[in-house]
């Protein structure tokens, strides 16, 4: 019964986004939001919503839809991103490193022939994005992989954590065993050797995901698509430019940023620490809470010039219209 309530008033909050907030409804919208909140605390069942013309079926506190709703380009740019490259390669050939319950699968939608990889360490949201995958029933080859990754293989002590659609491992002594893999491994076992797109969101372990992929950077020199959190990255012992010099040791050296709210803002060489330390100071948690970066190898920087000019475009038109 609780969920059926929880998903009623899920269902309500986004319908209440979607006519906009006014005088009107703000106090039936705070009303909801406070009943999702007690009912979450209670239990934090699953549901079913329709997001992008597709059902979902994920827990209750799960902001995913909640951002969707409130921000209309949040998780939007892979989208984007993944039709042109579609357009430009023939098809898509992307890895999803934080596939979570299948959002940006659902943000994506492949086509007939994209071959898409899909890894997702959190038992609790693979099972949900097995739920989901095979509910959609896609033409295109999904291959998923329940596993963490990392720069290598090892074992690590801690604590898997799941917390409002965000999974991660907080290490700590005398915690249950992990298993680190790094992406090349996982490439090697499915044979997946041609890459055109690699999203990485793992929070605060993008770092180490991206180090662990270098032969495949080496080789496809594929798009990569990763959240810059420096709170997360030097909390997790990072230090927050030092992939930015990885990057360019391996020909990135084109980057374009997107505020948390997926707002496109513009190119930025990160590769230079006076530019990196000015971006990192705009973070001010209101209008940026982090960054999504994207990172373009030399060979790409065509599709790179077309994709963001279109981005920029795009942007002046939704400031034009304010």
Known sequence: MKNIIGQLAYREILAVLSQGISKDNIEYYKTLLNLRKLLIQKEDNRINLEIENREITLNLSHCFPLYRGMYPLYDTAIRRLASMVRVKKGNLKMIDVGANIGDTLLMVQPEKNDVVLCIEG?????????????????????????????????KLQGKVLANQGTGKIEIKEN?????????????????????????????????????????????????????????????????????????????????????????????????????????????????????????????????????????????????NRK
């Open 122 to 154: 959190n038992r609790f949201y693979y099972d949900l994005f097995s739920i989901n995958v095979a509910r959609w029933n896609l033409e295109s080859k999904i291959i998923i992989e329940n596993v963490f990754l990392g720069e290598k293989r090892e």
């Open 175 to 319: 915690g249950e065993d992990i298993t680190i893999v790094s992406l090349d491994e996982i490439i090697s076992k499915h044979e997946f050797s041609e890459c055109n797109l690699l999203k990485v969101d793992t929070d605060g372990f993008d770092y180490s995901v991206i180090r662990g992929s270098k032969a495949l950077l080496e080789k496809s020199h594929p798009m990569i698509f990763f959240e810059f959190d420096p709170n997360m990255l030097i909390a997790n012992n990072e230090d927050p430019y030092s992939i930015f010099e990885f990057l360019k040791n391996l020909n990135y050296e084109r980057f374009f940023l997107y505020n948390n709210y997926g707002l496109p803002l513009g190119t930025a060489n990160l590769n230079d620490r006076n530019v990196f330390e000015q971006v990192v100071g705009k973070i001010d948690g209101n209008s940026i809470g982090y960054y999504d970066v994207l990172a373009c190898n030399d060979e790409e920087n065509e599709l790179f010039a077309n994709f963001i000019k279109e981005e920029l475009f795009m942007k002046e038109l939704r400031v």
